[in-house]
């Protein structure tokens, strides 16, 4: 390396450093190198500054940390805004949706026209009502303003000049849906009450009950705890299932089932007399009680909105909110007293059912004491399907079985037969019919005998005797085509010597 001189031959002094004041501008983006910490004798000696010469004001515009604005996304930050940048944002959707003018959908409001939305737009526009920063914000909006708003604050802000419109919005919300949710809690109120007494009244179950604590008692015999019971929690009765016999095979369920089946036939309907507990083990006892308590509570809001519209005095054109929730509320309030009601009966009977089963009403549930049942009545008849299939399908076996054995026995039957044919073949010593008349011949080592008047048709026949080589009896039937079993000898004109061994 050789370093730079001067026309006078003296060696040049070292550029000077590049100054720290070239980048100006915090916001441009670095350039991550690894920077020397001594460049003697290296070429960067030789380096003169060119930043005079480059384009500062380019690399500013090109390399900054700062995204360029574009011209859309300025116009729109113009716009001025109130409502909730989420709220605005779903409202919008909403209203897109519904593709009705504001005008339109103000007048719903003021006259409580539900037919113009759904439950579900009407709760939508409940969620995005503007609070109360919000109305008041909007409340101080000049036209200027409004006219550069979005749609959503357009819309929020005209709402807004509604008195009370988010407690009417609930007003209309809950005259709605309290008709359909009063028919939807009435029913199951009238199936616990209809339950309870099917339990209480049917002798059925009664003597299913009987035999269960018999048969317990017995099983139980000489345990202090659990012997000698009076009666038993129903909450053991799903359990009944659970108890398998030694064998693993069958459960004491099973073997309850079985005993009422052959002893106590007429018991098996039991489950007809109890047809409401089903239903009723779905019911939740705290569920309708809260939901009662809801729309009583909803009911007294809807009558403070009321009054509160008609002390503001504030109403306007077409505003029929007092005039049309009046009349809902006096009938609703008739409808509540009738639900109120009920749900107290519902309460009385449940109670008395409790404690006719020996349970304690306030320490079980209603959908635990009902569901008890429910689930012993579908085990219970689950358990008859299987004894009655069980039992099917060994009858089924036993009749294969039988007609296995007979056609076995048949088939023994037919070979004895075939075997025993053979002994009646004619020795060597039989002597030979006369030709007019012909006696029937048999033909030794053929499995057949030709009789007259037959037309050389084959007789089948059967015997149980095989070949002993000595004098036994003989004892056949005949067979033939679809004839019904002969006596194979009688009438056959067969005659035998004395040499003929069977």
Same mark, same amino acid.
């Given at each position: 390396f050789t370093p730079m001189v001067g026309p006078d031959g003296v060696p040049l002094p070292p550029p000077p450093p590049p100054s720290s004041s070239l980048h100006t501008s915090s916001n441009l983006k670095r350039v991550n190198w690894d920077k020397l910490n001594s460049t003697e004798g290296t070429i960067w000696r030789e380096l003169s500054g060119l930043e005079d010469a480059l384009e500062l004001c380019e690399i500013e515009s090109k390399f900054s940390n700062q995204k360029p604005k574009d011209a859309k996304g300025s116009k729109q930050q113009q716009n001025p805004t109130i409502l909730d940048p989420k709220k605005a944002y779903n409202l919008s959707i909403l209203l897109r949706h519904l593709k009705l003018p504001v005008e339109q959908i103000k007048e719903a409001v003021l006259s409580c026209d539900n037919s113009?939305?759904?439950?579900?737009?009407?709760?939508?526009?409940?969620?995005?009502?503007?609070?109360?920063?919000?109305?008041?914000?909007?409340?101080? $909006?000049?036209?200027?303003?409004?006219?550069?708003?979005?749609? *959503?604050?357009?819309?929020?802000?005209?709402?807004?000049? $509604? +008195?009370?419109?988010?407690?009417?919005?609930? =007003?209309?919300?809950?005259?709605?849906?309290?008709?359909?949710? $009063?028919?939807?809690?009435?029913?199951?109120?009238?199936?616990?009450?209809?339950? =309870?007494?099917?339990?209480?009244?049917?002798?059925? /179950?009664?003597?299913?009950?009987?035999?269960?604590?018999?048969?317990?008692?017995?099983?139980?015999?000489?345990?202090?705890?659990?012997g000698a019971a009076q009666g038993f929690r129903i909450s053991y009765l799903p359990q009944l299932k659970g108890l398998r016999t030694s064998d693993n095979k069958s459960s004491l369920l099973h073997f309850l089932v079985a005993t009422v089946e052959r002893k106590f036939?007429?018991?098996?309907?039991?489950?007809?007399?109890? +047809?409401? $507990?089903?239903?009723?083990?779905?019911?939740?006892?705290?569920?309708?009680?809260?939901?009662?308590?809801? /729309?009583?509570?909803?009911?007294?809001?809807?009558?403070?909105?009321?009054?509160?519209v008609c002390a503001s005095h504030a109403t306007a054109a077409g505003d029929k909110f007092e005039e049309v929730m009046s009349t809902f509320v006096l009938g609703a309030e008739q409808e509540m007293t009738q639900l109120v009601r009920l749900h107290q009966e519902m309460k009385l009977e449940y109670e008395r059912a409790a404690r006719f089963f020996g349970e304690d009403p306030s320490k079980i549930r209603v959908d635990e004491f009902y569901g008890a049942f429910a689930?012993?009545?579908?085990?219970?008849?689950?358990?008859?399907?299987?004894?009655?299939?069980?039992?099917?399908?060994?009858?089924?076996?036993?009749?294969?079985?039988?007609?296995?054995?007979?056609?076995?026995?048949?088939?023994?039957?037919?070979?004895?037969?075939?075997? /025993?044919?053979?002994?009646?073949?004619?020795?060597?010593?039989?002597?030979? *019919?006369?030709?007019?008349?012909?006696?029937?011949?048999?033909?030794?080592?053929?499995?057949?005998?030709?009789?007259?008047?037959?037309?050389?048709e084959q007789l089948k026949w059967q015997s149980d005797r095989s070949h002993t080589g000595s004098n036994d009896s003989i004892g056949c039937l005949w067979e033939q085509g679809d004839l019904p079993l002969q006596d194979p000898l009688a009438n056959s004109g067969l005659e035998f010597d004395g040499e003929t061994n069977f």
């Open positions: 113009l939305l759904s439950e579900q737009h009407w709760r939508q526009m409940e969620a995005f009502a503007p609070d109360q920063r919000e109305c008041a914000s909007y409340a101080q $909006v000049d036209l200027t303003t409004f006219s550069a708003m979005g749609v *959503a604050d357009k819309f929020s802000c005209e709402m807004s000049t $509604v +008195p009370l419109y988010r407690e009417r919005l609930q =007003s209309i919300i809950f005259k709605i849906h309290f008709k359909e949710k $009063v028919d939807e809690i009435k029913p199951d109120l009238e199936k616990i009450i209809e339950a =309870s007494m099917q339990l209480q009244n049917s002798k059925n /179950l009664k003597r299913i009950l009987e035999i269960v604590l018999a048969i317990g008692n017995y099983m139980n015999a000489g345990h202090k705890r659990v036939s007429n018991t098996l309907s039991f489950p007809n007399d109890i +047809p409401a $507990v089903v239903r009723a083990a779905r019911v939740s006892g705290q569920t309708l009680e809260d939901e009662i308590a809801d /729309l009583s509570e909803k009911l007294d809001v809807t009558q403070r909105t009321i009054r509160a689930g012993f009545v579908t085990d219970f008849e689950g358990a008859l399907k299987e004894i009655r299939y069980t039992r099917e399908q060994e009858l089924q076996k036993e009749k294969r079985m039988k007609e296995q054995q007979e056609r076995t026995k048949r088939r023994t039957f037919r070979l004895s037969s075939s075997s /025993l044919s053979q002994h009646l073949s004619p020795s060597k010593h039989h002597t030979e *019919a006369p030709k007019d008349n012909p006696k029937p011949s048999i033909v030794a080592g053929e499995d057949q005998v030709m009789l007259p008047g037959t037309d050389q």
